[in-house]
Structure formats: C-alpha cells, structure tokens
C-alpha cells in the first residue's frame, strides 16, 4: 500500500486547512488509518484515528473539537480537517494505515505511512 498525503500550507492562525491522504496498491476499504505529526526537535506524536468503514474515531485531547478525520472508501481517500488552527500545531502531518481495519493510537500499530505534508501556523 502507497499513501500520498497533500494539502498542506502556510496559514495564519485560526484558519483551516484540509489534509487529503489518498491509497493506492492495496484493499484501502478495509485499512484502518491515522493522521500523526512531528515537530522539529520532538518525538512523532499521534493526532486522529479512524476505523475501516468511517465508523470509529478517535482524537488526541490537543485537537478534539478542532480537527475532523473522515474518509471516503470509494475515492481511496482519507481526510483531516482543520479548523481553528494554532502556531502549536506546526509540523509535518503523516497519514498512516494497518491491515487490519482498526483505530491504532501508537507509530508502532501502523505498517504503512506517506510521505509527509508540511503545516505552518503563523501567529
């Protein structure tokens, strides 16, 4: 499985950004997928989660309520949505996914990643 991960940017704070990670080379219905950043000088740290079909999710305290993740089986596409940005939240993005359709919370879970896509929040 390839992940291709787009959509970042330079924005100011408080505005939105959509993050698109688009599969290709495997069953993408039947992954469970994740969105994870890294910041210069920190460890890669866990963002959002959703399961194989759309029907669980889960969110890192620092975005819940800000950031939305969805996906789209039929366009092998998964999103972020991100609304209420802050100049915390700069870092590259990585779209993430497991075989085995389920939510995953740790790098360790997930067997395939993109590439990366950068996001900087400007004061």
């Known amino acids: 499985v390839q992940l291709q991960a787009s959509g970042g940017g330079l924005v100011q704070a408080g505005a939105s950004l959509r993050l698109s990670c688009v599969g290709s080379?495997?069953?993408?219905?039947?992954?469970?997928m994740g969105w994870f950043r890294q910041a210069p000088g920190k460890e890669r740290e866990f963002v959002a989660t959703i399961s194989w079909n759309g029907g669980s999710t889960y969110y890192a305290d620092s975005v819940k309520g800000r950031f939305t993740i969805s996906r789209d089986n039929g366009k092998n596409t998964m999103y972020l949505q991100m609304n209420s940005l802050k100049p915390e939240d700069t870092a590259v993005y990585y779209c993430?996914?497991?075989?085995?359709?389920?939510?995953?919370?740790?790098?360790?879970?997930?067997?395939?990643w993109g590439q990366g896509t950068q996001v900087t929040v400007s004061s």
């Open positions: 993430t996914a497991r075989g085995d359709g389920y939510r995953g919370f740790t790098p360790n879970e997930y067997d395939y």
């Open positions: 080379g495997g069953a993408f219905g039947i992954l469970g």
